[in-house]
Each structure stands twice: as structure tokens, then as C-alpha cells.
């Protein structure tokens, strides 16, 4: 497996000319910050969920979970549970008035009814520490897994990934992206699909045959709770972080940006849902299928995480093209995820803190554009670096640590700017800095750092950081009064619901 291999690597070639194509198409429809940024508002809501379901279905979920379902049971398709369910939190909540009271970033939302400089200073902080630590986890699984499914050395795939980004955000912004995002959604969901059918083909499409042979191999255990997460504290925390995380993951906040309405932004939240729904539940299907068809001994002896699991479910079932295949597919989610980062992060620190705090507003669209194609291309080459240097180290703590300050830090504030009239800068700051700290605090000295030596003794701090940064956001505005946030609550309160005033 960690050979050459020189299919896969074919159609990793295919995937990758395929994405340059994109980007030059791209390219020469971007020349505004509107089309860096947003792509103009110009995004359908049906693309734009599928542009989202691409941008969500990380590498760790298509090929962690499966794994995780293929030797753990039952508790691993309650983690891919949770990734759905937290969907229905962006729907319900911060859809419709995130498009209605933005432009670009989730900072624009909070500018609108709060003191411009420090709500967007600490915004722009929070956005880019969620997407370091978020990338720095793609970048390190990317090495590591394209090194198993293609046999490219580690240090290479980490600067093939980074460079690619570089190249999507820098040369096509919002519309390469967007598109890079929707050729692996469709890309994922075929393969998926097609081992779906292959593996119930083999039960004579009966799901209950698939869960008695199961049972049968491994024990009634493997269809009920508690092989994996064995602390209820623990799972909860985790998906409290995963439910509320989603809302404030600000490469997911600006899919909603591109889209030309509230409507559409609607409309592309239901399309992404159904997209990631029935992604989740076939994951179930390519789980078990790998727990029975190639068993678990076989999966631990590739790789210890699981993460072989659904490849190694594809060779059995269609062969070496079939093996190959989702490898190139393993590769363009890669792709997808940190390039909607990377502009993500550029965007934090290009549109929030150069332009609007540093600038004061005044910057010219071309100085714009150039600090945030300067941005990418430095967020960039930092990626590939720290992925280099961050290799053998056990990284997956940081994707747990960047849905945690998502929603201990983001969402907080955004529900608090639209819905809570009381609602302070001061509050926005502190409530900022409180969920952000905690998280990485509780963190750092929690098991999944210290191990044994844990000071915090569970592996996700969600359960104790997101309480503390809506107290904190709402302390902080008990204690003072703002005139200018409650004066222009009842105009971002019905611009949030209607859409009345938004430039389209």
C-alpha cells in the first residue's frame, strides 16, 4: 500500500488538471473584492450546496469515519451523526441572517451594529487561529494519507496540497474555489455511492442482513454503545462542539456570501443537508461493509487508525481501479477543504484587519486584492511548512480545538449581535477572548495533549468553553451600556429577517 501507485497517481493527475482548468477559467472572472471574496453574489443556491457539502466532507470524515464505524460499531456512526446534525444549527440559525447582514467575513455581521476596530481585530484573531489549527490537521493527514493511498512521500504531498491552494485562491479566489469544492462533492458522492450498492449488493440489499452478519462476527457489543466512548461526559462535550462548531466555522460562514439572496442562501443550506445526510448514512454502509468483507485485523495491520478502511473496502469490491479511484478522490477532498481555509484566513486578515482596521476602510479594490492574494500565498507557504514540521505528531486534537473556539468564540457573538438588543462591544469583545482562550487552554491541558497527565479530564473542552463565552459576551454587556449597538439593533434585527437594505 505505501508503494507507488501508479494508477491512482494517474488519476490524481487527472483530478489535479482538471482544477487548474477551473482556475484559469476562474482567473479571468475575477478582477473585484466582491468576486475574490464572494465570487460577486453570483453563486446558485443549488451550487452553493453542493459547494458546501464539498467544503464539509473533510478527508477525516469520509475516511475517519468509515474506519472509525469499521472498529468501533456503533459509536462511530454516532460521531457521523453529529456532523449531520450540526448542519440543522446553520440552517436554523445563522443561514438567512448571516447573508442578510454581511459582506465577505462574520466580522461584517458584528461591524454592522458594533464598533467597527476591535470587534473586527478579534474576529480577524479568532478566524485565523480556528483556520491554522484546522489546516495544520488537513495538511498532516493530507502527507500522511497520500503517502498511503498514492506511495508519494510525505513531504512532497504536503507541498503538492500546498501549492495547489496557493494557486486556487490566489489566481481564481471565491470561483475557483467554489468549483473545486463541487467537482469533489460529486466526485465523493459517485464513489460513495457506487461502494454503497456494491456493499448491499452483497447482502442481497438487506441492511438488517448486514448488521446480523455484524453481529455474528464481532458480537451483539459492536451494534450497541460504549466501544469507543466510554466517558457520556466526553461524547457530550464533543457534540456540543460539533453541533454548535459548524455555525461558526468560518470557511462554512462564507459559503453564505456567495449566494445572491437570502433565498438562495436557504436553498443551499437544504441541498447541502441532503447531500451531507445521505453522505453520513452511507458511510454506515461502508463501514460495516469493511468491518465484514475485510475485517478489522486487516484494516489495523495498514494503518492503526482505521483510516484505510473504506480504500481497502473498495479493492476488495471493485479491485485495483476501484482502489484508485477513491484515493484520487481521498486527494481532491484534501484539495477542497484547505482551499476554502485558505481563503477563509486570507479574507480574516486581508478584508477585516488590513483594509477595515489598518486602512481604516480607505484601501482601493487593487490594494485589496493584492493583500489578500499576498495573504494566501503567505498563509500558504506557513501551511506547508508547519505540515512538514508537524510530521509524526499526533494532530488530532486540533481539529476538535478548531470546532471548539468555532463555537465557543464565533457563534456566541453572531447569535448575540442579531437576536440580544442589550448586546454590548464591549460584550462581543470579551465574549470573543473568553471562548477563544478557554478553548485553547482547556485544550492544551486536556487528554488530548497530556494523555494521562491530563489536567482537564476530558479530550474536548466544548462541555465547559462554550458556556463561558456566551456568560462571558453577556457579562460583558451587562456591565456597561452601548447606544449606538441598541440604537441599530431594531435595523440589523429586520435586515437579519427580511433582507431589507442588503446591496445585492
Known amino acids: 500500500m505505501k508503494d507507488f501507485n501508479g494508477l491512482a ?20 472572472r475575477t478582477h473585484t473584492t466582491s468576486e475574490f471574496y464572494a465570487a460577486g453574489a453570483s453563486i446558485p443556491g443549488w451550487q452553493n450546496g453542493i459547494a458546501i457539502a464539498g467544503d464539509y466532507m473533510s478527508a477525516a470524515s469520509f475516511l475517519g469515519i468509515a474506519g472509525m464505524i469499521a472498529l468501533s460499531g456503533y459509536d462511530g456512526f454516532m460521531y457521523s451523526v453529529g456532523w449531520l446534525v450540526a448542519y440543522l444549527t446553520v440552517l436554523l440559525l445563522v443561514a438567512e441572517p448571516l447573508r442578510n447582514t454581511g459582506k465577505y467575513t462574520m466580522a461584517d455581521v458584528l461591524a454592522s451594529r458594533l464598533n467597527e476596530k476591535p470587534v473586527r481585530s478579534v474576529a480577524a484573531l479568532s478566524t485565523i487561529v480556528i483556520s491554522t489549527f484546522y489546516m495544520i490537521a488537513q495538511m498532516v493527514g493530507a502527507g500522511g494519507l497520500i503517502k498511503l493511498l498514492l506511495g508519494i512521500p510525505y513531504n512532497w504531498a504536503i507541498i503538492i496540497v500546498g501549492t495547489l491552494m496557493v494557486l486556487y485562491v490566489v489566481f481564481g479566489g471565491m470561483l475557483a474555489t467554489t468549483w473545486v469544492q463541487i467537482t469533489k462533492a460529486v466526485l465523493l458522492m459517485g464513489g460513495t455511492i457506487v461502494l454503497s450498492i456494491l456493499v448491499l449488493s452483497k447482502f442481497n440489499f438487506n441492511v438488517g442482513d448486514m448488521f446480523d452478519k455484524a453481529a455474528s462476527m464481532y458480537g451483539t457489543k459492536f451494534l ?85 478502511a473504506a480504500p481497502l473496502l473498495a479493492k476488495a469490491l471493485g479491485g485495483d481501479f476501484m482502489m484508485a479511484f477513491i484515493a484520487a478522490v481521498a486527494f481532491a477532498t484534501i484539495l477542497a477543504v484547505v482551499a476554502g481555509l485558505t481563503i477563509a484566513a486570507s479574507s480574516a486578515f486581508a478584508h477585516d484587519f488590513y483594509t ?80 477563544l482562550v478557554s478553548a485553547l487552554l482547556f485544550t492544551f491541558i486536556g487528554q488530548g495533549v497530556m494523555g494521562k497527565n491530563a489536567i482537564f479530564p476530558m479530550q474536548n473542552p466544548g462541555i465547559v468553553s462554550i458556556p463561558l463565552g456566551f456568560l462571558a459576551a453577556i457579562i460583558g ?28
Open 224 to 308: 450497541e454503545p460504549g466501544l469507543r466512548f466510554t466517558n457520556p461526559l466526553d461524547q457530550i462535550s464533543l457534540g456540543l462542539a460539533l453541533v454548535l462548531g459548524t455555525a461558526g466555522m468560518p470557511h462554512i460562514l462564507m459559503r453564505f456570501y456567495t449566494v445572491p439572496n437570502a433565498k438562495e442562501a436557504r436553498k443551499s443550506t437544504v441541498w447541502a443537508m441532503w447531500i451531507i445526510g445521505s453522505f453520513y448514512v452511507m458511510t454506515t454502509f461502508l463501514g460495516f461493509g469493511a468491518a465484514i468483507l475485510v475485517g478489522k485485523e486487516a484494516i489495523l495491520a495498514v494503518d492503526k487508525g482505521g483510516n484505510m
Open 9 to 28: 497517481f494517474g488519476l490524481f493527475l487527472v483530478i489535479v488538471a482538471i482544477t487548474l482548468i477551473i482556475t484559469y477559467w476562474a482567473a479571468k
Open 477 to 504: 454587556s451587562l456591565i456597561g451600556k452601548d447606544q449606538k449597538a441598541e440604537e441599530k439593533f431594531s435595523e440589523i434585527y429586520v435586515r437579519a429577517n427580511t433582507g431589507y437594505g442588503v446591496d445585492k
Open 356 to 435: 477595515n482596521v489598518i486602512r481604516g476602510g480607505k484601501a482601493t479594490e487593487q490594494e485589496q486584492i493584492k493583500v489578500a492574494r499576498i495573504t494566501a500565498f503567505v498563509v500558504g507557504i506557513l501551511a506547508i511548512i508547519i505540515g512538514i514540521a508537524a510530521n509524526g505528531m499526533n494532530v488530532a486534537y486540533m481539529v476538535a480545538l478548531a470546532f471548539a473556539v468555532a463555537s465557543s468564540a464565533n457563534l456566541p457573538v453572531i447569535l448575540l449581535t442579531v437576536f440580544w438588543k442589550r448586546f454590548t462591544t464591549t460584550g462581543a469583545v470579551v465574549g470573543m477572548l473568553v471562548g
